[in-house]
């Protein structure tokens, strides 16, 4: 059965509102859940095998107890064994945190509060030095509470750590990196089509799928961290390939009718983020459930983005470029 053709009736010009809110709304859910991991800000995390049920109140209530505030919970499940874990993110001790903070400007009262933390053979140490061999006490006394509290052997969980200097410089070079590259995917689209409302058209479409991109780590409660930037810009270069695609299609072809182009792109573009919304679909699936947390973050980023493609490339991108093509014959 032949589908009819959207593009060809005369009130499509408002497929754009109907985009414009969807955008509204993927914004709002982006700035409301949307925040940086331990990669960006420093911080600990802790993956273990989980052997009993457990509630992610009662994992909370335990980290608070031990003077650890920011927790985040994840516990997964293997679809195909059943194995349950647990994923635990923190920033670190609220006394330690405090104490780092202190160190420059009064390192001795820095020493006086991490001294519970530390044996007594450390007093040729410097303040720095006692605050950074505190955290590290603090770690390994914690992994093996936690072990007990969870049941597992201490051996079985592995504890990830970033300091918060090298997460800042990760978070700075990441913002450069971002803006780089959207700068210069900007360049390139204005130097291909040398018109500004076509190229606009594209631009926006990489806008529309990055802010659906962070949308989707809101609701799923992924932080930001290197594996998602990763994706986000994955994001920005398929959004370009489909979008120059459609762009190329409308305006450069000389087939049929502008309506008739733009209803073949829209196939095209559909059937090609459609795959590719499926395979990222499943692998985002057994990633989550398999505790592959930096597969599942990309994978999910990659599977938001790609679903605000849609709206961004058919309901804003066609609309415009065939608007104008219509305009200037």
Known sequence: MEL??????????????????IFA???????????????????????????????????????HAQGVEDVIVRITEDPLTGKKGIIVEFTGNKDIIKAENLLKTDPGKAESIVSE?????????????????AAEHFKDNLRLEFAKFIDVDANDISVT????????????????????????????????????????????AIIFDMVTALAGISILQIPVTLPTIAALLMILGYSIDSDIMVTDKIMKRSYGSTADRAFEAMKTGLTMTGTTLVVLGVLVFFSYFSQMTAL??????????????????????????????????
């Open 4 to 21: 009819p053709n959207p593009y060809e009736t005369p009130y499509y010009k408002y497929y754009i509102l109907i985009a414009l809110v």
């Open 25 to 63: 709304a993927m914004a709002f859910l982006a700035l409301q859940g949307t925040r940086p991991g331990i990669d960006l800000t420093g911080g600990t995390a802790m993956t273990a095998p989980l052997n009993k049920t457990i509630t992610h109140d009662e994992v909370e209530s335990f980290m």
């Open 117 to 133: 933390f530390l044996p007594n053979t450390t007093s040729n140490l410097t303040a720095a030095e006692k605050v950074q061999l």
């Open 161 to 204: 750590s970033v300091g918060s200097s090298i997460g800042k410089m990760f978070w700075e070079s990441s913002e450069r990196a971002l803006l780089l590259a959207f700068i210069l995917v900007a360049a390139i689209v204005f130097v291909l089509f040398r018109q500004p409302v076509p190229s606009i058209a594209v631009i926006q």
């Open 296 to 329: 599942f973050q990309i994978s999910a980023v990659l599977f938001f983005g790609l679903l605000g493609d849609l709206p961004s490339t058919y309901l804003i991108n066609v609309v415009i470029v065939k608007w104008w093509t219509d305009k200037k014959q």
